[in-house]
Nanobody, 125 residues
């Protein structure tokens, strides 16, 4: 039973920080890529950042480079997204998702097999 539980969202002022957590269970963690995706009202879901749990390779959307950092704690089967210098345009529901590395995934929502429930990030100006 694959489960992905996202947490850590909340309300923050522009320029502030939040750390999101994605706790995974029900699969071999280091055989999967884990990603963070977001969807703002009226917009398509987009890839924010992804990580390969096996070798630690990462991807970041250009819009968040230098501000967000993805990391994994394999012992805890958890992936984090540290979000700094938050902007109003970062406001969205953030989801974590997983896909087997054997599928040679990219950080795109259509390629992810398993999804957790989203956590709301609200950025005030």
């Amino acid at each position: 039973d694959v489960q992905l539980q996202a947490s850590g969202g909340g309300l923050v002022q522009a320029g502030g920080s939040l750390r999101l957590s994605c706790a995974a269970s029900g699969f071999t963690f280091d055989d999967y890529a884990i990603g963070w995706f977001r969807q703002a009202p009226g917009k398509e879901r987009e890839g924010v950042s992804c990580i390969s749990s096996s070798d630690g390779s990462t991807y970041y959307a250009d819009s968040v480079k230098g501000r967000f950092t993805i990391s994994s704690d394999n012992a805890k089967n958890t992936v984090y997204l540290q979000m700094n210098s938050l902007k109003p345009e970062d406001m969205a529901v953030y989801y974590c998702a997983a896909v087997p590395l054997l599928l040679h995934p990219t950080c795109h929502p259509y390629g992810m097999d398993y999804w957790g429930k989203g956590t709301q990030v609200t950025v005030s100006s």
